[in-house]
């Protein structure tokens, strides 16, 4: 058992949060320096409970979330840690609603595309953890909203939490024909999780002055190399049309502001979520690769204790 | 000879502005709306004089810009037509600099990419029209330059008028190599006239919260179909990148805010400009494919009369 210095805390991790862009910190070593090297501890986040503590911001039982990594017990300095409580709303949701796919749900919808009353905004990977969540963030803002997903269940979620329609990727062979039958006036903000030719034909039927925000491609983790695709560059010339990829960090300095917001909607019933629950950190592999596959809904956690 | 109607004038061309965007208009038929079919007026800005005026705004022997198309004569709306004093600067420049590509060139820059002091700007396309503009304003704007073109003559052009550096692409093989070398730091701004492998390697040599305005694609221009290239959605994520096409008209409400500034520029010598002229009418189509071959530097024109 490690034992906390000055300023740190000892952390006993109870769920980990299983996220797609962890497939790319898997990269092949050397890859990035940020690559989960074999032999060292998986990065990502944790929600858990303080056992010991040399930091006044933290008492023995908090409960704290943080970058703590796959391990069943960690020591962290405390300023690295989010204190929990989670009588305001579960202790998971900090992973979730309240956590980063919450944030990058919320300012990656909101600010990279500023969402207008009565536009369609269409969402990739929408019944991921922060697919469904942009979904209904853009429903509050009075948009017509499209999901696409890669099976009839999460189709069935999707329309069963208030997005106008929703697609089977899997099962529709010409994407962009599905997209013009289902907003015959076009997209004006694409929120993209997945990339490769779903992301292609959302291209095609961008409005002028559409918004794209890229968040994840995880149609692309896998490839060692880039997959090839048509350029539209052009396309983005003739529809004055903005791509931009973003990071939750780029907007640290409002990450209260969007708790609170996130906060208030989910309290009011505005924001539903689902989670997907697999218990034992020794299953936590099987786990990601589920996820990569897109076999939940919502949210994948790993419940450690 | 036609008549013009009430508020409107007749317009002798003196030139014809010979410009990428028109391949784009010469697609095959059913392509666009907006295409030039065989037997119509091939559009294209000109700048002629007035030869009779049935509108308070224009005189006889004014001379002025507008969208009048390949033609000798032409027939326009007053209120479509622009005045030029040819005393502020010679005529030819209402189609350049104090025309269409400087408006690219200033609203793309400026409010497309808004470089910072001291920040990396890559330009491709870099001696054409357009290109060779937006280094300049770059460089009033305290930047540092970088500039692709396709001929040595170009490149000499290109470091004569205040480039830091410029290279030829047709005798580097490695564009992302002699990125990485011309710019250790990365790029932060990159304004695209050009497209395809040139445009991949810009990309991945990109800085943090790096800025991309795509104005043209002239690489592209020539294929009916998209062309195929690596996909780098995942590098704007990563780079917190952001990508935005552009029209001029979508400024339309600050052009004199832009001709004003741009004139003044000319004026004090911070911008100069080459041109290359061709002789008829008759040879427009002629100096439209060197155009797209890159054989010219600087603006392309046809002297009509």
Known sequence: MPKPGPGEALIRALYLSIDPYLRGRMAAPGGSSKSVEPGSIVVGGVAGQVIESNDPRLAQGDYVEGQLGWQEYAVASA????????????LT???YVLGV???????????ICRPQPGETVLVSGAAGAVGSLVGQIAKIKRCRVIGIAGTDEKVEYLTSIGFE???????????????RGLAPNGIDVYFDNVGGPITDAAIARLNQRARVAVCGQISQYASEEPSMGPRWLGQLILKQARVEGFLVRQFSDRFEEAYRQLGNWLRDGKIRYRESVVD???????????????HNIGKQLVKVA
Chains 1, 2 share one sequence.
């Open 79 to 90: 300023k690295t840690l989010r204190k929990i409580d989670p009588k305001l709303a579960p």
């Open 93 to 95: 949701t900090a992973l």
């Open 101 to 111: 796919p919450g944030l990058a749900a919320y300012f990656g919808l909101l600010d």
């Open 165 to 179: 329609s929703a697609f089977n990727y899997k099962t529709v062979p010409d994407y962009e024909g599905k997209l």
């Open 280 to 294: 034992g950190i020794e299953n936590a592999p099987k786990a990601i690769v589920g996820m990569l596959e897109g």
